[in-house]
């Protein structure tokens, strides 16, 4: 289960109050997305209360996250939160590693135009690039060969917080991203 | 707790599983899962062998120049008892000697004195700038789409002889197990990139071009890319549009490194289906197989050759020769004859081309003719179908026919297999012998001329291309 909603139509839709799990409300809050990018995400949980109520659930129930881990992003380019309720039950075996972000991304049917990989995870690229603005994945410390792809990058120049989608594993905490646009 | 269950169950997903594949025999190959070891699992791999490597350390900072990839499947082919000799730890691990002794103690001296990572990076840009990364003059054979208001060049085309179509998808950019002496190794280091975003350019292009009759999908190598992509490459090429295009190949070395790609992978049976439906429609597919060994030739390997051809694949062989790998008659012979047996087409034995580290796997010219020749002559006419030994540079795809003495001079017979302009094809020259040299531009013309009978032409063919380039910028 997934969902992709663009900003405009958050804009465009009208918002009712529901309480977000103070665990969900820190895990936006604290995360290095921009302050408008956090409130965005919040309004659209206030319009969206079937997904209000799924992450609530996540966030509370450590067993349902032993099952489901969210993966909630934003995608600059295409203006876009993307929430994947991404199922640990199975590991995705591909592009990339074996339960990789990108694995996760293709296996819930989010194409090139969402989360490019010219190299279809095969770490030879740095099209996958992703910042990761809150939560840990499983293998923290990137691999020297993700190190070598990521210095190589002109059109998104490393930041600390970027790993490469096809490298990076998804572990047992939520995953808060941002999909950067390139450099003018 | 019902709750939960339900909200669980609406995370589930599926995903298309490996299948075992089963042979004519009963015999059954079981999916290998493809699994990348990249440099810094060297020792690991060492140690998982028991094998204290006296090399470790230089093969590390090699890896760290030209790319190192391997696979489950060729370590296992690998003999550890013996690896240093072993054809396959030669073709796929780094050697010391791959780089010069100074530029190794540069790099070490760099890391033992706690070099930033930036500065060695910069190093290692530095020596493989000087490994030429770019050879044959590859960007101008990228060609130019002719638009009314906006002519550009393709960066991932070439078309360099008149019939062939040459396409680097951007999910080919890879293989799955990286050659020491890949000609192409600043592809796998993120520069020199050559790619198609999508198959938009080549279609329009080969809209625009109906003398061309071959496309060749290559790389990196293609085997890597998923059936899908196949299928948005070839199915147009279906339409009447494209009724020139005869032939699809498919340069890649899956069928070796990753022969599970044609038999277990999970999309095996869409790749397969797709081709067949290329094939039904009256084309054909020639799989341009990259053998360096016999020792590669793996049960897998032959059902995965098997499969192809049942469906109307066929598929011609090729390796150029390279010292410590397959620089001898016999191993030649017994891999073209082995081919032959298993309905493959020896297509090409191809000369180490003048890039990587060429120092350390060069054959001199003198020494592949040799090994040619000796090679044919251990096997019947059926195997004699692989040219060579061939140089594919600049100016065309040059072969060494022969050495003869000449009006009192010893020279090499050579002929253009290909031309970059097709009146020069089938064109037969001569050199001076030269025991050592090794590649085209150490040989000088025979018979006391002053440049060989292409090379006016071909200067100008490369201006001619700059003006054209210039004026769409």
């Keep these: 289960m997934s969902v992709m909603v663009s900003l405009r139509e958050i804009n465009e839709q009208t918002t009712t109050h529901y309480d977000i799990a103070p665990e969900l409300n820190l895990f936006i809050q604290s995360s290095e997305w921009a302050k408008p990018i956090q409130e965005l995400f919040l309004k659209f949980l206030s319009s969206h209360h079937d997904h209000a109520q799924r992450l609530n659930m996540l966030f509370s129930s450590t067993d349902l996250l032993a099952q489901c881990v969210p993966i909630i992003t934003y995608n600059e380019v295409l203006e876009s939160f993307i929430i994947i309720y991404s199922d640990k039950t199975t590991t995705p075996p591909e592009p990339g590693e074996p339960g990789s972000v990108l694995s996760y991304f293709r296996s819930y049917g989010y194409t090139e135009k969402v989360l490019c990989s010219d190299c279809y995870g095969q770490l030879s690229c740095s099209s996958c690039a992703i910042e990761i603005h809150n939560g840990t994945p499983e293998n923290r410390v990137p691999r020297e060969e993700e190190y070598d792809m990521l210095d190589i990058d002109n059109e998104k120049p490393a930041t600390s917080f970027t790993r490469l989608s096809c490298q990076t594993i998804v572990g047992s905490t939520p995953l808060l991203l941002t999909i950067r646009k390139p450099v003018a | ?473």
């Excluded at chain 2, 990364?133 to 070439?158: F, V």
């Excluded at chain 2, 990286?178 to 350019?201: A, I, P, S, W």
Aim: proline share 5%; charged share 25%; hydrophobic share 35%.
């Design chain 2, 1 to 473: 707790m019902n709750h939960q269950k339900s909200l669980a169950d609406q995370f589930k997903i599926e995903f298309l599983q490996p299948k075992p594949w089963e042979c004519s025999d009963g015999y059954v190959v079981e999916h290998k899962p493809y699994k990348k070891y990249l440099r810094t699992d060297i020792k690991d791999i060492f140690k998982s062998k028991g094998i204290v490597d006296p090399y470790l350390k230089q093969r590390e900072i090699v890896a760290q120049v030209y790319p190192f990839k391997i696979n489950q499947h060729i370590i296992d082919l690998i003999d550890w008892d013996h690896y240093h000799f072993d054809p396959l730890f030669q073709l796929t691990f780094p050697q010391p000697d791959m780089l010069l002794a100074d530029e190794l103690v540069r790099i070490e001296k760099m890391i033992e004195d706690k070099c930033s990572r930036d500065e060695i990076a910069h190093a290692i840009s530095d020596l493989r700038s000087d490994k030429n990364p770019a050879p044959a003059n590859q960007a101008s054979n990228r060609p130019i789409i002719l638009e009314e208001d906006h002519s550009y060049e393709c960066e991932g085309l070439q078309h360099k002889y008149s019939k062939t179509c040459l396409m680097f998808h951007k999910n080919a950019q890879t293989c799955h197990a990286y050659c020491t002496y890949c000609f192409r190794f600043n592809q796998f280091v993120g520069k020199d990139k050559f790619l198609e975003q999508d198959t938009v350019n080549l279609h329009k292009y080969l809209r625009q071009h109906k003398e061309i009759s071959d496309v060749l999908i290559t790389g990196g190598d293609p085997g890597t890319m998923k059936s899908d992509v196949f299928e948005s490459i070839l199915e147009p090429l279906m339409e009447p549009d494209f009724n020139h295009i005869k032939n699809i190949r498919m340069g890649t070395k899956a069928l070796t490194y990753h022969p599970y790609r044609f038999l277990t992978d999970p999309d095996a049976d869409a790749l397969l289906a797709c081709f067949e439906k290329f094939i039904n429609k009256g084309k054909h597919i020639s799989i341009m197989a990259h053998f360096s060994h016999f020792n590669e030739i793996s049960r897998p390997t032959i059902e995965a050759v098997k499969r192809l051809r049942q469906i109307g694949c066929n598929i011609r062989t090729q390796a150029p020769i390279m010292r410590y790998i397959n620089d001898n008659p016999l191993v030649w012979a017994t891999m073209w004859e082995k081919q032959v047996q298993y309905g493959m087409i020896p297509y090409y034995m191809f000369i180490a081309r003048d890039t990587g580290p060429q120092c350390y796997f060069e054959v001199p010219l003198a020494k592949a003719l040799y090994i040619y020749s000796e090679a044919r002559k251990k096997m019947s006419g059926l195997s004699h179908t692989a040219r060579g030994p061939s140089m594919s540079c600049g100016p065309g795809k040059v072969c060494v026919v022969g050495k003869e003495r000449v009006a009192g001079e010893d020279v090499f017979v050579l002929k253009f297999l290909q031309g970059r302009l097709n009146s020069w094809c089938d064109r037969v020259f001569f050199a001076k012998y030269d025991e050592k040299a090794t590649w085209l531009d150490q040989l000088k013309p025979a018979f006391g001329e002053k440049e060989f009978f292409f090379e006016a032409e071909y200067r100008d063919y490369l201006e001619s291309k700059k003006m054209a380039v210039h004026q769409c910028q």
